[in-house]
């Protein structure tokens, strides 16, 4: 039964799909809004399948989705709603190298969601959720430094991140997402500082990649509010 509901829903991406397929190839004008429909069915699609276990066919339909963001942001590149959905859709890559230890590619797909979430925060800096999303990519980004033995590159980033999440749990005390994301940098810097030089114990490994789970649950569910918005 199981089988059947996950085919039929495979089914209705790839009919979705198909309904924006012939401006895939190129977008001018109005077809900028078609084209981000079609980007965000790709990343529903990820999404899914990445919730189904399926991560190979996630990354594949992530990656689609990311060049039909980039090519609309290429014609629109300062409207800030692409930029984040873009952001979130190379985050979702970066967690899915990340697990499967492909580091430089992670830390890729997480630096450009990082440069298009900064570009959204600088555009809209009261927009807490945004400068959220900010916090947890850096923080991703803190742990692909810290498995690839660059503990000074991580301290800062986990410092950053940090100072992101302390600043939104300030102004919004009673965000239990903004408190568990704050715990969770408080965590990675004390967990970096009790390590040596170049230590990176098993322990150490198996707390990050809990942490990691954590960060792509937290960023399931904003995908999930972000793609919402999409027709």
């Known amino acids: 039964m199981n089988d059947d509901i996950s085919g039929f829903q495979r089914s209705c991406f790839r009919d979705r799909i198909f309904e924006f397929s012939e401006i895939r190839e190129g977008a001018n004008g109005g077809d900028f809004d078609r084209l981000s429909k079609l980007a965000g069915v790709w990343s529903e699609f990820a999404s899914f399948e990445r919730q189904q276990g399926n991560n190979d ?11 039909v963001w980039e090519r609309v942001l290429m014609g629109d590149p300062d409207n800030v709603e692409y930029c984040r959905k873009c952001a ?24 450009r969601a990082v440069e298009l979430l ?5 555009d809209k800096p009261d927009d807490q959720t945004v400068c959220h999303e900010l916090s947890q990519t850096i923080s991703d980004l803190g742990i692909v430094a810290v498995l690839t033995n660059r503990r000074e590159l991580a301290a800062e980033r986990f410092d950053r991140a940090k100072a992101i999440c302390e600043r939104l749990v300030k102004e919004n005390p009673t965000n239990q997402n903004f408190q568990d994301a704050y715990k969770k940098s408080q965590l990675l810097v004390r967990q970096l500082e009790g390590q040596g030089p170049r230590s990176r114990t098993p322990q150490s490994c198996a707390l990050l990649l809990i942490l990691i789970g954590v960060v792509v649950t937290l960023m399931c569910a904003v995908a999930t509010n972000v793609l919402a918005s999409i027709d």
């Open 57 to 67: 066919q996630a990354r594949s339909h992530s990656q689609t989705a990311i060049k």
């Open 88 to 111: 979130t859709d190379h985050h979702n890559l970066g967690t899915l190298f990340l697990e499967n230890n492909e580091f430089n590619q992670a830390e890729v797909s997480l630096q």
């Open 118 to 122: 900064e570009k959204v925060t600088t």
